[in-house]
């Protein structure tokens, strides 16, 4: 589109050699992370004049193949573009300028003894430990921030709307708390391991449990209060749909987002689906787009890069994820260029319970993105077996 007077190969397939032939003629070559590992050492053989990483994020852990593969290959220069340069933590930006600049930033053990220990502390880094790091990262970055570049772009508001538990939901939610502590407790004698790994299986059926007890498996049939959140669900889409609005609903659990679509099918509400199997994702956008849905299911791990949902003017986060940086991506699939309408964000959070302690959790993290660098991009540390203990009140 930008340059139509330069030959672009795309390398992709199984049947690769012939495009690789073409490919060392060309003056643009475009392929995936996963074909980068696969090819390295036809990559490295080949003389780049430079590098360009899209949703850079996919090397933000420098242990990862797509992390080593981007580090061998060579350019005379490089450029990582990412929405969300810190999305768990700040080691994610270390990983990422290692790829753009090789050991500016010194050692993964030096960078962590000089500025990731401080900027992740609870009570906040020092302010000449940020303005240092500020100073060293500068120089490297061009940002093009949304308020910049889409000025006409209408506001974006948020709002927690607080769900009770159900009869059903809540002595489900006491008796998996109460068990999982003393699970806990007795793991903590066989090793850190093993008690991080009890205290995130009880997180997780806690969180499930929020949802819906259902989730949980098991003989659920006879169960008339299974969801507390999925009554506050029905009333949000009367009230959404009544006034015209469409909606893109995101969910972790694809079984949440199956039991979502049967509520919206009593409805007689018309939706789109997209997951991690879907085939046919981008009939089901295009769908969306042309206003032939009101409503469009997600997987928040499917949906949250890579989608322009314009068309949506609301979303509705059923669940909370513990990176806010990855729900304001998936946010994000609406209030982009091209929207004209307010964007409405609504978070379902189950009340007394995990999900409340998740949103303090996240606020507290948020500090960090102001020490690394001067936005308002949200995001969190990784959770620590500290931050687990404290969402479990152990």
Request: glycine share 6%.
């Amino acid at each position: 589109r930008f340059t139509p007077d330069l030959k672009t190969v795309k390398l992709h397939g199984t049947k690769r050699d012939r495009i690789w032939k073409e490919a060392a003629k060309a003056d643009l070559v475009v392929t995936s992370y996963g074909l980068l590992v696969r090819d390295l050492e036809k990559f490295q053989s080949e003389a780049w004049l430079g590098i360009f990483l899209d949703e850079a994020s996919a090397i933000k852990n420098a242990k990862t193949k797509n992390a080593q593969a981007a580090y061998q290959v060579g350019g005379r220069f490089r450029f990582a573009l990412t929405g969300t340069p810190i999305e768990n933590s700040v080691r994610d930006i270390w990983s990422i300028m290692q790829f753009v600049a090789p050991g500016y930033l010194g050692s993964h053990q030096t960078f962590k003894e000089r500025y990731e220990q401080a900027l992740s502390s609870e009570g906040g880094a020092p302010p000449e430990i940020v303005n240092r790091f500020r100073r060293r990262l500068n120089p490297f970055i061009l940002r093009r921030t949304k308020r910049r570049v889409a000025t006409e772009l209408p506001d974006r508001l948020e709002k927690v709307l607080t769900c009770p538990l159900t009869e059903t939901q809540r002595n489900t939610y006491t008796s998996i708390l109460r068990a999982g502590r003393e699970k806990v407790l007795e793991a903590r004698d066989q090793g850190e391991g093993v008690a991080r790994m009890t205290m995130l299986t009880t997180l997780l059926r806690l969180r499930q449990v929020c949802c819906d007890v259902r989730l949980l498996g098991g003989d659920t049939t006879k169960l008339n209060d299974p969801s507390g959140k999925l009554d506050s669900m029905r009333e949000l889409l009367e009230e959404t749909t009544a006034g015209g609005h469409r909606i893109l609903i995101f969910s972790q659990f694809v079984s949440m987002l199956k039991l979502l679509s049967e509520e919206l099918k009593s409805q007689e509400l018309d939706y789109c689906y997209l997951d991690g199997q879907t085939t046919g994702r981008q009939q089901e956008v295009d769908r969306f787009q042309n206003g032939n849905a009101p409503a469009f299911l997600i997987s928040l791990k499917a949906g949250g890069y890579g989608l322009n949902l314009t068309a949506a003017d609301t979303v509705i986060h059923f669940d909370p994820w513990w990176n806010p940086a990855v729900e304001a991506q998936a946010t994000d699939r609406a209030h982009r260029i091209g929207q004209q309408n307010v964007v409405t964000a609504y978070k379902l959070i189950a009340e007394d319970t995990v999900e409340e302690k998740i949103l303090r959790l996240q606020r507290r993290k948020r500090q960090v993105i102001d020490a690394a660098l001067d936005d308002d991009q949200p995001m969190m540390q990784g959770l620590t077996s500290k931050d687990l203990e404290e969402v479990l009140e152990l």
